[in-house]
């Protein structure tokens, strides 16, 4: 009878909790607002303090008070405003450059090595580098002259 | 070293945003309507004129302009003229509750972040364009509308088209 009575007491009890643990917020609008961007201003939301960027906090606000984790906030926040909100430069003009000059360096680079290898292959040793072996002209004649100034 | 600098170069000529001018066909493409459901494009209403309207709630000046824009399109409705508002940079919610504070009859569509703005080469919100019966820019305003703009400036268009 007492167990019959209880149950929809301990129903109850487990629907709040699991509600408030739903609810709970897992991240910050801080946080988030460090972490996108006012599409509009192109600044740091957290920067900007513009009509736009207001609506856009209060709608982070929004979700994080709605127990929102970080990355579902950010993909809504892309659903709402496009790719523009992060933090990231657009696959298109001037901004393009920052996918592609980073990718020219790295070809470069390893089009330089490649030949430097080569040369260095080719030659023994490394290009520039000291050469092995004793002085020999002019320079073991000038060692000769330094040695025997200091008669050790 | 060359590559990189002519690549910057481009970029810094090339900012990402499209130049449009009067006599260009409209950028358009197929929308998801608001406050919805269904999907709608300024192509369906080739054979009128239609004074496109890009706007966003947190504009302020579009608050002024939509009830503007509704007496336009209600004066000129019988006259094969529309109006088409486009909401961009923005969130559906914030969208939708604008239209409930500024209602409109006229067709909504919503843009997802700024890719109409984009197309449009706009630099910010209000911004309206007017489109011929044959799809093609007939005039650019890149600001907000009142009355006596609408009077003066886009109506002759329609009138003078109209007579021919």
Redesign the interface.
Not at chain 1, 79 to 85: D, I, K
Not at chain 1, 92 to 97: N, T
Not at chain 2, 14 to 17: L, V
Not at chain 2, 89 to 94: A, G, K, Q, V
């Given at each position: 009878m007492l167990a019959a009575a209880a149950l929809p007491l301990v129903a109850a009890l487990l629907t709040l909790v699991a509600t408030a643990s739903a609810a709970a917020p897992k991240t910050s609008v801080t946080e988030i607002e460090g972490e996108v961007m006012c599409?509009?201003c192109g600044t740091l939301l957290e920067l900007s303090d513009?009509?736009?960027a207001?609506?856009?906090k209060a709608?982070v606000a929004k979700l994080v008070a709605a127990g929102k984790s970080k990355a579902e906030i950010k993909d809504a926040l892309v659903?709402?405003?496009?790719?523009?909100?992060l933090a990231q430069p657009?696959a298109?003009?001037?901004?393009?450059?920052a996918y592609?000059?980073p990718l020219?360096?790295i070809v470069v680079a390893i089009v330089l090595l490649g030949f430097s290898v080569l040369r260095w292959r080719r030659t023994g040793s490394p290009p520039d580098g000291p050469t092995a072996g004793a002085p020999r002209g002019a320079d073991a004649e000038r060692l000769e002259a330094d040695l025997s100034r200091y008669d050790l | 070293m060359l590559?990189?600098i002519g690549?910057?170069g481009f970029?810094?000529l090339?900012?990402?945003?499209a130049k449009i001018a009067v006599g260009d066909p409209v950028p358009d493409k197929v929308l998801p309507a608001l406050p919805g459901p269904g999907r709608g494009s300024i192509a369906e209403h080739r054979g009128e004129w239609a004074l496109v309207n890009l706007w966003?709630?947190?504009?302020?000046p579009c608050r002024q302009e939509a009830p503007v824009l509704e007496r336009f399109y209600r004066r000129n409705r019988a006259h094969n003229v529309t109006v088409i508002g486009i909401d961009v940079?923005?969130?559906?919610?914030?969208a939708v509750a604008f239209l409930h504070e500024h209602p409109t009859t006229y067709p909504q569509l919503r843009s997802?972040?700024?890719?109409r703005s984009a197309a449009f080469g706009s630099s910010?919100v209000p911004e309206n364009f007017l489109v011929d019966p044959e799809g093609r820019l007939a005039l650019i305003w890149r600001g907000p509308v009142d009355e006596a703009l609408l009077r003066r400036r886009v109506e002759p268009l329609i009138r003078g088209r109209a007579r021919h």
């Open positions: 599409p509009i513009s009509p736009q207001q609506r856009e709608y659903t709402q405003y496009g790719r523009s909100v657009k298109s003009g001037f901004d393009l450059s592609l000059v020219i360096a | 590559a990189v690549l910057l970029g810094l090339s900012k990402g945003r966003a709630s947190w504009c302020i940079e923005d969130n559906r919610d914030d997802v972040g700024d890719e910010g």
